[in-house]
């Protein structure tokens, strides 16, 4: 990432930070960027990302800061299955490709009348907060390496699974 695209992103931050009545703090904003650089990131990685910046910051202070963005909507938990929660910057809908190998979490694009899908199979009387769309199956990495112990009889099957 150059400077001027990190320069950008972090006065963005901190004008999100502003319209939803917080204060751009130095740790809030070192969140933020390291939330950014991952995509996708977990606690104890997120943790260990800030404590080489800020290295008296407690765990307890991530957390709550985590729990106070997410209640402003300017960061999303993504809740995985048998793996650990992860964190990304909210962005428009979007699908989740999650490898049920190694976990990485890969942002796929959804179409935008998608929406129409949910809303007109949802009984009138249930209101949504929202919806989360993660497919689950083998990503390219994973399955090169499949391939060269495909001898052994490791292969793994692909799984889909749509969670609303």
Not at 31 to 39: F, K, V
Not at 62 to 85: F, P, Q, R
Not at 101 to 128: L, Q, R, W, Y
Request: glycine share 4%.
């Amino acid at each position: 990432m150059t400077f001027f695209r990190y320069t950008f992103i972090m006065n963005n931050f901190k004008t999100l930070l502003q319209k939803q009545g917080l204060k751009a703090t130095t740790q809030r904003m070192s969140l933020l960027g390291s939330i950014e650089m991952a995509g996708h990131i977990d606690i104890e990685n997120l943790y260990r990302a800030m404590t080489h910046k800020h290295p008296s910051l407690s765990l307890n202070t991530v957390y709550l800061n985590l729990e106070h963005l997410g209640k402003k909507g300017i960061i999303t938990k993504v809740a995985l299955d048998s793996t650990k929660d992860v964190y990304e910057i909210t962005k428009e809908a979007h699908a989740h490709q999650i490898c049920s190998i190694c976990g990485h979490v890969e942002d796929m694009s959804m179409p935008h009348n998608i929406s129409h899908f949910f809303t007109d199979s949802i009984k009138p009387a249930f209101k949504p907060s929202y919806v989360s769309v993660s497919i689950y199956g083998v990503c390219e990495s994973c399955a090169k390496n499949q391939t060269r112990s495909s001898h052994k009889g490791d292969m793994h099957e692909k799984i889909l699974n749509i969670t609303l």
